[in-house]
């Protein structure tokens, strides 16, 4: 009897110290957090007024370079507070819940404890450990309806993970001429394959939409390529970039985007430590279909050697290296994209696969991340997405997320299979991937990632998605055009032309610009229904994505370069 009633004591001592503990944590966390919501409240990272000052001020200088570099850095800093403030609270949301749980329990526990028995005998005056027990209980609860009410208080001042203003979460694609670019203006170029951040949105709204290659209507000029080459063109500060290559030699040609004369022609010559044979190649792959980038001061190239070479705009070699070999089956065909001061390359090999970001004054590795996927063709994308800017890889069988900055891997979502060649698309939240005799997925890119939706359909094995907010369009190798609802999956629309699509689609204003392998451009309406605008023909053969600029249009054919416009 007496080892019950100390057994009881010792219970009952244990479930008031954690209740008292638990209660007093949770009040502690529960102001912290109110204080931190408060405070990003008042500080609005996202919303500072000096974005809207320093934005005032670059529309009246608009070369300013220093204040291009004072609003990138801001940019960044504000994003890093915000999203921090929001970790910051998930955690601590999360921390006072366990603690509030922990601190009923305890008070259940010394109720139990303390229970009248079922027919109490009469008493004159409590017992001192009772009186105790009950103020003790009356402090805890007391300070739970104060956690309550904290909790309340921190969800209504919880600050929305969507915020519009001068740090959109992600591109309108209605409006691409908003789109913002962390590197330079994208209205100035058109950076890498599918132009900023690799969407296929361009930031022209006049494009043309009527020339003919053979009778030299609306071609302001066409000048012959030296070599074979299957990537398509870059153009910065008024100058077209693109590779050619052979088993002879890999060249960089350079033109003025007025005239089409060569300003500068390089080849990239021996490379230290490069295997001296070349690997093999089939011809509709070559040593030259990866696409070149630029971060608006150099240009970068990468071959089917494994060979990667960066010159400035002017023809100055800068860095050269060697990624070979690159155990690939016809050739290596993903293109290169930059990220801030970083170049990023997807080398999907049979042997090593991996994505590496290189410094792009230097040429040396930031980070590099293993991938346990096979062989792919594909090339990445950067999303702006709700939860973060994010590098996104197509691969088998994965497609993924990762955190440009570091190479971390975010997410992945299995879905591919086959032959992966199509590149990921991006819009309003949401990714979009595929590849032929696979599906079209809608995935959300949290972690873990979520599948909203997959689509059967005629899908392509080269070509690329073209995402926007109420849309998704393919272009097949079977030569089908399709349309399918963003938000459902939904099949539009389907319409068969005669030649099928390596190229991939770009939108230009409320148009959608498709080329088909024999150079023919299909040009409709982005909506929901086909409605064609135009159909004009370049006159020779072409698997390359344009490049929109400025009301013009820059195509790669076999044999030649076109830049399109208005005479």
Known sequence: MRSDMKNKALFNNIALVTAVVCGTFSLFVAFQLAS?????????????KLFDELRQQLQEEPSNEILKQEIRDLDVLARRTFFSSVSLQDNGAAL???????????????????????????FKEQDLSTKTTMMSRN??????????????????HQPAPDQSGWLARTPNNHQPSEMKND?????????????????????????????????????LWKTHLPRIGFNSPIVVNNRVFLTCADEEAREIIC????????????????????PVDLPEVTEDTGFAASTMATDGKHVFAIFATGNVIAFDLDGNRKWVRSFAPLDNDFGH??????????????????????????????????????RDVIISWATPILANTPYGMQLILNGNPFAMGYNPDTGEELWRHECMGGEVAPSPSYANGVIFVTTEYQQLYAIKPDSPAKELWAADGDLPDVSSPLATDDYVFTGSSSAVISCYDAKTGKLLWNHEPDEGF???PVLAGKNVYLMDKEGKTYIFEATSEYKPIAAPELGEESTCTPAFLKGRIFIRGIENLYCIGTK
């Open 183 to 219: 590197q330079f203006d994208i209205s100035t170029s058109w950076p890498n394959l599918r132009g900023p951040y690799g969407l296929g949105i361009a930031a022209t709204t006049n494009a043309p939409t009527d020339w003919d290659g053979k009778t030299g209507r609306n071609i």
């Open 96 to 122: 006072l819940l366990i603690s509030i749980i922990a601190t009923l329990i305890a008070l259940k526990t010394l109720s139990s404890l303390n229970a009248a028995p079922p027919n109490p005998p009469k």
């Open 502 to 504: 390596y190229s991939s």
């Open 333 to 370: 065909g993903t293109s290169l994209i930059t990220y801030r001061d970083m170049l990023i390359l997807q080398l999907d090999d049979n042997k090593n696969a991996r994505v590496i970001a290189v410094n792009t004054k230097s040429g040396k590795t930031v980070w590099e991340t293993k």
């Open 36 to 48: 931190n919501c408060i405070a990003t409240k008042n500080a609005d990272p996202l919303n500072l």
């Open 255 to 274: 033109f003025d985007a007025d005239t089409g004369s060569i300003i500068w022609q390089k080849t990239v010559g021996i490379v230290p430590g490069a």
């Open 139 to 156: 402090a805890i609860w007391s300070a739970f309806a104060i956690i309550i009410t904290m909790t309340v208080i921190i969800g209504l």
